[in-house]
């Protein structure tokens, strides 16, 4: 899989965890527990992966649009550090997630949007550096995993 096929599928699977976490009812707290640790977990490797292999790629193609999406990663892992200072039933959680799911649908429609990163790169990188890029995104995902479960 290339890199925008792979990081568009991440987001599509926390997307996901957003919607469910969002239609849930009241109560069923276990649950909420579990899907926060799931967002947080697919965000935090998705925003390395992003940081360490996708953006460093683009950034001298344009630099300013590298920025603005780095910061925006730093934004959404601010936002997770904050939720885990919370407790899952409290109205300040609940607050939180709603922001942190804003932003990162925002974030995602900034670079898969046009303009934005995913066509940058479909533009000035060839199907080869996507493929191996692709390739080194999912190895850094295996190894994060297997820290995180450590």
Do not use: W
Request: hydrophobic share 35%.
């Amino acid at each position: 899989m290339n890199a925008i096929d792979v990081l568009k599928k991440d987001h599509q699977e926390v997307h996901e965890f957003f919607l469910e976490y969002m239609s849930m009812g009241e109560g069923d707290f276990a649950r909420r527990e579990e899907l926060f640790q799931q967002i947080d977990k697919k965000l935090l490797i998705h925003t390395d992966c992003e940081e360490q292999i996708f953006y460093p790629a683009l950034e001298k193609h344009k630099p300013d649009l590298t920025q603005q999406a780095m910061s925006e990663d730093q934004e959404v892992k601010q936002l997770l550090a904050e939720l885990l200072d919370l407790e899952i039933d409290d109205q300040a959680f609940e607050d939180h997630m709603t922001t942190l799911a804003q932003k990162v649908e925002a974030h995602v429609q900034d670079e898969e949007g046009p303009g934005g990163l995913m066509e940058l790169a479909r533009q000035t990188l060839s199907a080869q550096d996507l493929d191996e890029m692709g390739r080194r995104i999912e190895q850094l995902k295996r190894d994060s995993e297997k820290e995180m479960a450590a």
